[in-house]
């Protein structure tokens, strides 16, 4: 997610350390990423500093990213126990390239990315994230810039179409975006359940049905909120600047649209073709990343039983080669082109 929020459940706790979460996937993530005494690596999602546990606990020093002041905040226990093997830093991580320099490193022996909202922020109804508390509708990872309710209220109806469409995969989004615009013109929304009440009503709910109708759409506004596709994008090239050859790079998605980022990346800097049947063919460089792994990694089935957020979590690695960094060209990922609703204020 942008600046680092990252899907977690469980916990754990470190020699001399607070109980953290357990992020989805842990085990293999710190297989892919080798964290040994003497390395750095950045934890660009910091979250609720799982992964910058188990990464300490095994010797290495992280420097842990994220856009939430809270999170860094609650990240000072953890700073306590590790003193300065961890570096906390509020920041997105699409410029975690920079971030680590200004920390001193011109070069790191690895990155992990874990692209999902926490539960954390989940259990706090105050940000505004969960359709299954009232809270205000807000989703803003870091505080600024336009809030959920923003768009709600103000983009046009063909352009929320698009929003709930594209970013949320609802193929109902057409019908949902007519029954927000016909609704807000009586009340703006300003709650959480307000807008999931109206989605439900749109497409109806079974009974026993374990998902929410909501989900889709909530998920595309936390997404153009905060513009997390953009920024994974670029997370990806400011990793390919800072890793060091033989340096390490992580990534652990929830959905499709951030899988393809991913895979298209991996297949692009390993000199394959394409990567994605849903975005376009890329021409082939030179190998900037080997994957040792060429599909995505599942988790366990014991983890996908114990916790749902795992059933979607993908985690695709690379190890960085000797090559030159070459030119951040976002084009590469085929982004959904959604300027016009991200500067319209009309109902």
């Not at 022996?109 to 954390?120: A, N, R």
């Not at 979590?313 to 016009?340: H, Q, V």
Request: aromatic content about 4%; hydrophobic content about 40%.
């Amino acid at each position: 997610m942008a600046g680092g929020i990252g899907n977690a459940s469980g916990a754990s706790s470190g020699a001399g350390g607070p109980v953290l979460h357990i992020p989805v996937m842990l085990d293999e993530v710190v297989e892919a990423l080798c964290p040994a005494r003497g390395k750095t690596i950045i934890d660009g999602t910091f979250g609720a500093g799982g992964y910058s546990l188990a990464l300490l606990d095994r010797g290495a020093s992280v420097i842990a990213i994220d856009q939430d002041p809270t999170a860094i905040e609650n990240g000072v226990e953890l700073k306590q126990a590790h003193g300065d093997r961890l570096t906390l830093v509020e920041g997105r991580f699409s410029t975690l390239d920079q971030i680590a320099r200004d920390a001193g490193h011109d070069a790191v022996d690895g990155v992990v990315l874990d692209i999902g909202v926490s539960s954390m922020q989940l259990d706090q109804a105050e940000r505004g994230f969960s359709f299954q508390k009232d809270g205000p509708l807000d989703m803003r990872m870091g505080g600024s810039g336009p809030s959920a309710a923003d768009i709600v209220n103000r983009t046009e109806r063909g352009d929320l179409t698009r929003i709930i469409g594209i970013l949320g995969e609802e193929r109902q989004a057409s019908r949902i975006a007519a029954r927000i615009a016909e609704a807000r013109q009586e009340r703006p929304f300003t709650r959480t359940l307000e807008l999931a009440a109206v989605v439900e009503k749109v497409l109806g709910r079974k009974s026993g049905e374990r998902i929410h109708p909501a989900t889709r759409t909530f998920q595309a506004l936390r997404i153009f909120v905060n513009r997390e596709l953009e920024e994974l994008a670029l997370a990806l090239f400011a990793a390919e600047r800072i890793l060091k050859p033989g340096g390490r790079l992580a990534v652990v998605t929830f959905h499709s649209l951030e899988d393809r980022i991913v895979k298209q990346f991996f297949a692009n800097r390993s000199g394959a073709r394409g990567g994605s049947r849903h975005l376009p063919e890329a021409k082939p460089v030179s190998a900037r990343f080997e994957q040792p792994i060429r599909g995505a990694i599942k988790a366990s089935k014991d983890e996908a039983e114990s916790n749902p957020r795992a059933r979607s979590a993908k985690l695709r690695w690379g190890i960085r080669t000797d090559a030159p960094p070459l030119e951040a060209d976002i084009d590469l990922f085929g982004l959904p082109n959604l300027k016009s609703a991200q500067t319209d204020n009309h109902a």
